[in-house]
């Protein structure tokens, strides 16, 4: 399969290459090589590459800087996302294309599921909910929603995110504020990695799935379970989200339902499994 990776120095886009240059052949690009909010430059680098799939792991992630720049997230996280529809419509060729448990507001007491309805709350998660609708342009689109991306492969490419915070501030013996009152079920991006290569490689029915890490914890007990694993008293801070005055509203309990990613036979590890892995 020739995969067209978009986005290929992200912390998920690495991932993605990592799983899957083992068996296929993999385009990796990079903003350098393509402005994907530029149709025309997209229409002829798809039309050139004829990619079998096209996999999207741009994204403009600044939840807080979008409130000030709504225009930049809906280019990316939307238009381009049109964009690169039309050129795997084109193509004949699948897209992925990545969201956020963002979309929802929180207010849930179960687990969400992809027949829910999305109520996005701010300008980033409004962004992403358009890229899901315009997503579905393409003739066989695979919508994946991910949440609070944690890892990085294993080639020493530096690991960013809130995860990768709490970890160095762990093992270097300084205060982790963590939040004691978001809920949310966290995403190692070698585990969304593998997920992705499987649906492809199965042909996997198209449409929107959750692909998050199995199971949910706040963010103060993913913190303790980091600290377990690396054997260590932590030095934890407990922060509660209404102290802590962000630009943007986050939903306050997260969590997703992995069971139509299940119904393929793809099962999501738990994230003290991948929180595990990741810290050895």
């Known amino acids: 399969m020739r995969i067209a990776l978009v986005g290929a120095e ?41 990619p079998d799939a096209i996999v999207n792991c741009a994204a403009y992630n600044d939840v807080d800087g979008a409130e000030d720049r709504p225009v930049d997230a809906l280019n990316l996280n939307a238009f381009a996302v049109r964009a690169l529809a039309r050129a795997a419509d084109a193509c004949g060729c699948a897209l992925v294309h990545y969201s956020t448990d963002f979309v929802f507001d929180g207010k849930a007491s179960r687990p969400y599921t992809e027949t829910d309805a999305p109520n996005p709350r701010g300008a980033y998660a409004a962004s992403k909910l358009m890229g899901e609708w315009f997503a579905a342009d393409a003739p066989r689109a695979y919508v994946l929603r991910v ?66 890490n199995s199971g949910s914890c706040t963010w103060l007990d993913l913190a303790r379970e980091v600290a377990r694993r690396l054997g260590v008293e932590p030095k934890l801070v407990p922060v509660r989200m209404a102290d802590a005055k962000l630009r943007a509203e986050r939903p306050m309990y997260c969590v997703l339902s992995n069971a139509k990613l299940a119904a393929q036979g793809i099962t999501m590890p738990t994230w003290q499994d991948a929180v595990g892995r990741y810290v050895h």
């Open 10 to 50: 992200g912390q998920l886009g690495a991932a993605i290459a990592h799983e899957c240059r083992p068996g296929h052949d993999v385009l990796e690009i990079t903003h350098s090589m393509l402005d994907i909010t530029d149709d025309d430059a997209v229409r002829a680098l798809m039309a050139k590459a004829k």
């Open 147 to 212: 949440e609070s991306l944690f890892g990085a492969v294993s080639s020493g490419r530096p690991a960013k995110g809130s995860v990768a915070s709490i970890l160095k501030s762990i093992q270097s013996g300084s205060e982790a504020r963590v939040f004691e009152d978001r809920t949310i079920s966290p995403t190692y991006v070698m585990d969304a990695a593998a997920a992705t290569r499987k649906l492809l490689e199965r042909s996997a029915p198209p449409g929107l799935y959750h692909c998050v």
